[in-house]
């Protein structure tokens, strides 16, 4: 089974320039999430997709990030404009539900990441 | 609000020996327990998980974690440490509430000596 997908794996530009990342999630996952980890950090949320919908895009910098989901499969994050804070690896990870109706549990597993800098 | 501690920024063990990397979490009620590797320049990579049941949960390349409700921890063991092993491992929680997302501690970055 193939993993999430992630590209472009390394992108560096100058600050004020438009940036872009996609993902393809795993077959079958309908939800679907961006995370971005700063150095020497944990990854922090941006985004979380259940099927084509943002369900919670409360951590997402509105002014300059945007995604899309179109069709419930790839995803899409976008900056418009990077500014040299945004330098940093932008995970993406699909995940599905198992168990039953006495307790539903959830495992994500995530891309190789997308390495931003941004000079 | 929760939280995920790994008190240990970086461990060097030598090869061979015992590891164990300890977090700790702040939460309103138990979790679901995650421990992550990332080796340099990639993904995360899932080692294991806890759900409920046994508290001592076996995950893949060796490595184990034992859940302890009284201490709120999920410390991660490995009893003979190859040099593969160097990488960060990110301890991480989740309601336990379906879909939901992770929130990770800051990481331990694991060096192997000869």
């Known amino acids: 089974e193939a993993g999430v997908v992630q590209s472009p794996r390394y992108k560096i530009i100058e600050k004020k320039q438009p940036v872009a990342f996609w993902c393809n999630p795993i077959s079958g996952h309908n939800t679907l999430y961006w995370y971005r980890q700063n150095l020497g950090q944990g990854p922090e949320l941006l985004i979380r997709y259940e099927n084509e919908e943002a369900v919670d895009d409360s951590q997402l910098p509105k002014d300059r990030f945007s995604a899309e989901r179109l069709k419930g499969v790839d995803s899409t994050l976008k900056i418009q404009p990077a500014e040299l804070g945004d330098s940093a690896v932008y995970l993406c990870?699909?995940?599905?539900?198992?168990?039953?109706?006495?307790?539903?549990?959830?495992?994500?597993?995530f891309g190789p990441g997308t390495r931003l800098l941004v000079l | 609000a929760q939280s995920v501690t790994q008190p240990d920024i970086h461990i060097t063990v030598s090869e061979g020996a015992s590891l164990e990397l300890r977090c700790n979490y702040s939460?309103?009620?138990?979790?679901?327990l995650f421990w992550y590797v990332q080796s340099p320049g990639q993904g995360l990579q899932l080692l294991l998980k806890?759900?409920?049941?046994?508290?001592l949960v076996q995950g893949i390349k060796g490595f184990e974690a034992e859940f302890k409700r009284s201490q709120s921890s999920f410390n991660l063991r490995k009893p003979s440490v190859h040099w593969s092993d160097a990488a960060e491992y990110f301890c991480a929680v989740a309601p336990r509430s379906g879909y939901s997302t992770l929130t990770f501690g800051k990481g331990t970055m694991l060096l192997v000596s000869p």
């Open positions: 806890y759900f409920s049941g046994d508290t």
């Open positions: 939460y309103g009620a138990t979790p679901y």
């Open positions: 990870a699909s995940s599905s539900l198992s168990g039953t109706s006495g307790g539903f549990q959830e495992t994500q597993y």
